[in-house]
C-alpha cells in the first residue's frame, strides 16, 4: 500500500501491485480458478467434465448465458452461430492488403477491428440486442477469419463456410479444404479440436481478458474489444506459448538433450525458459494439460502418426517434476505444453496456433465483455500509477541548452 500523501504532499492511499499478482479488478460468475488446487470451473462445471462430455457450442452458450442450454435451446444457438459465419465480401479485399508472409496474428488483429466498420448495426453497446448480436457475430466469423487468414498465407482461395457441418468442422474443412474437392472431416480430429477450444474458451482475468475488459470500460465497441484481446494474446508469455512450447520441444529433439535444457532453464544468468511450463495463478498441474496429454494419444492412434517430439515432451514433464528447481517453484506443464504437440499433427502449420487459441478465448472475452457492459456499477478502467520521473522544474529554452 502506497500513501500518496508521502509522495504527492496529498491525503489519501494507493496498492502498488506490478502484474496484479494481487489484485482483483472485477467480479466475475464465469469462471473459477483454485491455483493451488489446479480446480478450474466454468459457471461451476469441471473443465474435465466440460472436456470430455460436452461441445465448445454447447460451452460457449454456458458461458454466455450462465446455463447449460435445453435441446431447443442449444439447437437454436447452433442455428445462429452458423447464421453469421459469413464474412462481409468487401472483407476478401482487405485481407489482400497484407503481405503473404503475414502472421495469421497480424491479418486477425486487423480483421477483427475492422469488422466494426462492417456491423454497425450492432455497435451501440447500450443496446442488449446489439450486444447480444455482435457477441454472434464475433463468435461465428471467427473460425471464418483464422481459416482466410491461413488460406491467405498459403496461397489458396479462400472456402465458404459450410453450415451443414459442427462448428468445429466447418473449421477444419475452412482450413484444409480445396474447392471442388469433398473435404472429409475425421471424427478423432473434429473431436480434438473441439476439445482443444473448449479448453481455450476462458480463463478468467488474464492478460488478454484483462485486455478486453478495459478497453470495453471506455465504452469501445466489441469489435475493436476483441482485437485488442487479439494483440494481447500474441505475446510469447501469453498465447504464443504453445508456439514456442513446440519450437522448444522440436529443438531440443532427442531425450537425451533434456538435462542440458533444464540446466538452462535453470541457470538465472540464461533468459531461456522451458516453453509450456509455470503458469502465473497454477501452482499445480494445469487441469487442461491433463486432458491434453490424452488427446494427443487419441489423435496420434486416429491419424496413426507417431511423432518424437510427444516423446520428448513426456520425458521433459517427469524429469522437470522431479528436479527440486521445478518443485520449489510450483512449475508445472500448462495448458500450452501438449496443445502444440496436437495442432502440429492436424497439420497446422505454428504461426496459425496463437490465431487458433484466439478462435476459442473470442467466447471468453465476449462473454467477460457482456458480464461487464451488463454491470450497472461499471467505471472506466484507470490504474494508478507510481511516479518515479523528476520533481516539477522550470523549462529551458533550446537556445540555452
Ligand atoms: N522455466 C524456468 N523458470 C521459470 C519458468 C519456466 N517456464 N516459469 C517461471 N520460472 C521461474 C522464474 O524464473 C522465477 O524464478 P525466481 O523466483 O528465481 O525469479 C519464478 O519461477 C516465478 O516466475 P515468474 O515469471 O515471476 O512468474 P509469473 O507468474 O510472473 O509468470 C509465466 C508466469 C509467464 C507463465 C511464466 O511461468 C513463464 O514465462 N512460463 C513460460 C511461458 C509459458 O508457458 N506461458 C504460457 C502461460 S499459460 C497461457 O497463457 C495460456
Not at 480458478?33 to 454456458?62: N, T
Not at 472456402?159 to 474447392?179: A, E, H, I, Q, W
Not at 471424427?187 to 481478458?209: C, G
Not at 504464443?240 to 544468468?269: C, F, S, V, W
Request: charged share 20%.
Amino acid at each position: 500500500v502506497i500513501d500518496i500523501g508521502k509522495m504527492y504532499g496529498k491525503t489519501g492511499m494507493f496498492t502498488y501491485d506490478p502484474g496484479f499478482t494481487s489484485t482483483a479488478s472485477c467480479d466475475s460468475g464465469l469462471t473459477y480458478i483454485d491455483g493451488e488446487e489446479g480446480i478450474l470451473l466454468h459457471r461451476g462445471y469441471p473443465i474435465g467434465q466440460l472436456a470430455e462430455q460436452s461441445s465448445f457450442m454447447e460451452v460457449s452458450y454456458l458461458l454466455l448465458n450462465g446455463e447449460l442450454p435445453s435441446p431447443e435451446e442449444y439447437e437454436k444457438f447452433n442455428y445462429t452461430i452458423s447464421r453469421h459465419t459469413m464474412l462481409h465480401d468487401q472483407l476478401r479485399g482487405f485481407y489482400q492488403g497484407f503481405r503473404r508472409d503475414a502472421h495469421p496474428m497480424a491479418i486477425m488483429c486487423g480483421v477483427v477491428g475492422a469488422l466494426s466498420a462492417f456491423y454497425h448495426d450492432s455497435t451501440d453497446i447500450a443496446d442488449p440486442a446489439h450486444r447480444t448480436i455482435s457477441s454472434h457475430r464475433l463468435i461465428a466469423k471467427m473460425p471464418t477469419i483464422a481459416a482466410m487468414a491461413y488460406k491467405y498465407s498459403i496461397g489458396q482461395p479462400f472456402l465458404y463456410p459450410d453450415n451443414s457441418l459442427s462448428y468445429t468442422g466447418n473449421f477444419l474443412r475452412m482450413t484444409f479444404g480445396v474447392p471442388a474437392e469433398e473435404y472429409e472431416v475425421i471424427p478423432a480430429v473434429e473431436k480434438a479440436m473441439d476439445r482443444i477450444f473448449i479448453l481455450h474458451a476462458d480463463h478468467e482475468q488474464n492478460a488478454s481478458t484483462s485486455t478486453v475488459r478495459l478497453a470495453g470500460s471506455s465504452g469501445a465497441n466489441p469489435f475493436a474489444c476483441i482485437a485488442a484481446g487479439i494483440a494481447c494474446l500474441w505475446g510469447p508469455a501469453h498465447g504464443g506459448a504453445n508456439e514456442a512450447a513446440l519450437n522448444m520441444l522440436q529443438e531440443i529433439g532427442t531425450p537425451d538433450r533434456i538435462p542440458h535444457y533444464i540446466e538452462r532453464a535453470k541457470n538465472k544468468d540464461d533468459p531461456f525458459r522451458l516453453m509450456g511450463f509455470g503458469h502465473r495463478v497454477y501452482k499445480n498441474y494445469d487441469p487442461r494439460a491433463t486432458v491434453m496429454q490424452k488427446t494427443v494419444r487419441e489423435v496420434f492412434d486416429a491419424l496413426k502418426v507417431k511423432d518424437p517430439v510427444f516423446e520428448v515432451a513426456l520425458r521433459l514433464e517427469e524429469m522437470a517434476l522431479n528436479d527440486d528447481y521445478f518443485v520449489e517453484k510450483k512449475l508445472f506443464p500448462n495448458v500450452d505444453f501438449y496443445s502444440g504437440v496436437i495442432l502440429s499433427a492436424i497439420g497446422f502449420p505454428t504461426t496459425m496456433f496463437t490465431a487458433l487459441f484466439a478462435l476459442a478465448r473470442t467466447v471468453g472475452w465476449v462473454a467477460q465483455w457482456n458480464e461487464m457492459i451488463s454491470d450497472p456499477g461499471q467505471r472506466i478502467g484507470r490504474p494508478r500509477q507510481l511516479y518515479t520521473g523528476p520533481a516539477q522544474r522550470d523549462y529551458v529554452p533550446l537556445s540555452q541548452r
